[in-house]
């Protein structure tokens, strides 16, 4: 049965996003209206919109939630409804052309450069200052709630836009792929599926566990990395891309996901937000060279003619984290530190380490 209201539920069905502009007003009014109402689709404004920006972004994500769980209320046939494939069509080409432009990914690419690139991800920097290490080193409790209900948005359909590609495999790269998955899925355990088990962190700290219960707070950075998985998993013409991503992202876990549980352990998190990122430390180690030696080397050897899509998901992945993770420490390193959500989160449980404040210090 499908949920009908409220985001304490697991499995809901999320409601329709506030927009945040002229694209996203276009395409919530049309999904509340009715197929009558697409006309006012204006698919003309796509050109001169911040592919990376905050409306643009926004309805994206609204066009790519139809393929998930759509909305309440929102009639499930506007998945495959021309016009707003049409709109979603013309935004998703400005965003692939920026994120090719950052990507640097041009001419002819051999699978000699995919291997450089992964080698290049493999060594982190000695003196990194990512998101993982502020958080180890001096987070703070309302930081890592903050950041646990921006990554929800990705992390509460963990797998899913990469399940999409599976069809689009075969051979090694699939059944290399399909084993990754099974692990993400929980490997038969509903209990251990990666998605329920964020749920339970977000729950653990006192932070909405509903399925897109964030997305409003949510800004364009962090939209843009989940519509950049959507539209990567839908396409099959980027397949490649899917692979190139899912590895880049399998690579930069795990040690992240070490880092993620010192902090934890640091601020005295309870062992239901510990599990997520202890699961990860090991599962990703191996995913990495899973993804690696058999889903990329699998995918080159069967469709040589893909290394330049392989290196566009690695890079653009790193792109959008370097963007994501720059404005997550702008916010926090502000003096005084503000909010890295649109709208801060409601106070929930104190830090139990030092009893301390649980919300933002200051309010924007
Ligand atoms: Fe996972
Ligand atoms: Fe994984």
Same mark, same amino acid.
């Given at each position: 049965?499908?949920?009908?209201?409220g985001?304490?539920v697991?499995?809901?069905?999320?409601?329709?996003?506030?927009?945040?502009?002229p694209?996203?007003?276009?395409?919530v009014?049309v999904?509340?209206?009715?197929?009558?109402?697409?006309?006012?689709?204006?698919?003309?404004?796509?050109?001169?919109?911040?592919?990376?920006?905050?409306?643009?972004?926004?309805?994206?994500?609204?066009?790519?939630?139809?393929?998930?769980?759509?909305?309440?209320g929102?009639?499930?046939?506007?998945?495959?409804d021309?016009?707003?494939?049409?709109?979603?069509?013309?935004?998703?080409?400005?965003?692939?052309?920026?994120?090719?432009?950052?990507?640097?990914?041009?001419?002819?690419?051999?699978?000699?450069?995919?291997a450089?690139v992964?080698?290049?991800m493999?060594v982190?920097?000695?003196?990194?200052?990512?998101?993982?290490?502020?958080?180890?080193?001096?987070?703070?409790?309302?930081q890592?709630?903050?950041?646990?209900?921006?990554?929800?948005?990705?992390?509460?359909?963990e797998?899913?836009?990469?399940?999409?590609?599976?069809? &689009?495999?075969? %051979? *090694?790269?699939?059944?290399? =792929?399909? #084993?990754?998955?099974?692990?993400?899925? /929980?490997?038969?355990?509903?209990?251990?599926?990666?998605?329920?088990?964020?749920?339970d962190?977000?729950?653990?700290?006192?932070?909405?566990?509903?399925?897109?219960?964030?997305?409003?707070?949510?800004?364009?950075v962090?939209?843009?990395t989940?519509?950049?998985?959507?539209?990567?998993?839908?396409?099959?013409?980027?397949r490649?891309?899917?692979?190139?991503?899912?590895?880049?992202?399998?690579?930069?876990t795990?040690?992240?996901?070490?880092?993620?549980?010192?902090?934890?352990?640091?601020?005295?998190?309870?062992?239901?937000?510990?599990?997520?990122?202890?699961?990860?430390?090991?599962?990703?180690?191996?995913?990495?060279?899973?993804?690696?030696?058999?889903v990329?080397?699998?995918?080159?050897?069967?469709?040589?003619?893909?290394?330049?899509?392989?290196?566009?998901?690695l &890079?653009a992945? %790193? *792109?959008?984290?370097?963007? =994501?993770? #720059?404005?997550?420490?702008?916010?926090? /390193?502000?003096?005084?530190?503000?909010?890295?959500?649109?709208?801060?989160?409601?106070?929930?449980?104190?830090?139990?380490?030092?009893?301390?404040?649980?919300?933002?210090?200051?309010?924007?």
């Amino acid at each position: 049965m499908i949920v009908q209201e409220g985001h304490e539920v697991r499995g809901a069905v999320p409601v329709l996003p506030e927009p945040r502009g002229p694209l996203s007003q276009a395409v919530v009014e049309v999904l509340r209206g009715g197929p009558q109402s697409r006309t006012a689709l204006p698919v003309r404004a796509v050109a001169s919109a911040d592919p990376y920006g905050e409306d643009l972004q926004l309805a994206l994500h609204t066009c790519f939630e139809l393929h998930y769980r759509g909305f309440i209320g929102v009639d499930p046939d506007w998945e495959w409804d021309p016009g707003l494939l049409g709109l979603r069509g013309a935004m998703e080409a400005g965003f692939l052309a920026a994120l090719r432009a950052d990507a640097c990914v041009s001419g002819a690419v051999g699978t000699a450069e995919v291997a450089q690139v992964l080698e290049e991800m493999l060594v982190e920097p000695v003196d990194a200052a990512g998101v993982s290490h502020h958080l180890r080193e001096a987070g703070q409790w309302w930081q890592v709630r903050e950041y646990a209900a921006l990554r929800s948005v990705y992390h509460l359909k963990e797998a899913d836009p990469h399940a999409w590609v599976i069809p &689009r495999l075969w %051979g *090694r790269a699939k059944a290399a =792929l399909v #084993a990754v998955e099974f692990d993400e899925f /929980g490997g038969g355990r509903p209990e251990m599926v990666h998605a329920t088990l964020f749920a339970d962190l977000l729950e653990e700290m006192g932070v909405d566990s509903g399925y897109g219960a964030h997305v409003d707070a949510a800004p364009a950075v962090m939209l843009a990395t989940v519509n950049m998985m959507s539209m990567f998993g839908l396409r099959r013409s980027l397949r490649g891309a899917l692979v190139g991503h899912f590895a880049a992202a399998e690579i930069t876990t795990a040690p992240a996901a070490r880092r993620m549980t010192q902090a934890l352990e640091r601020l005295g998190a309870g062992p239901r937000a510990m599990l997520f990122y202890t699961e990860h430390i090991e599962a990703d180690a191996v995913h990495e060279q899973v993804l690696r030696r058999e889903v990329i080397g699998g995918l080159l050897a069967d469709e040589p003619g893909l290394a330049g899509d392989v290196v566009l998901g690695l &890079r653009a992945t %790193g *792109r959008l984290e370097e963007r =994501l993770e #720059a404005h997550l420490l702008r916010c926090w /390193g502000a003096r005084p530190a503000r909010s890295a959500l649109r709208h801060p989160l409601e106070d929930g449980p104190p830090e139990r380490r030092s009893g301390g404040r649980s919300g933002v210090p200051t309010r924007w």
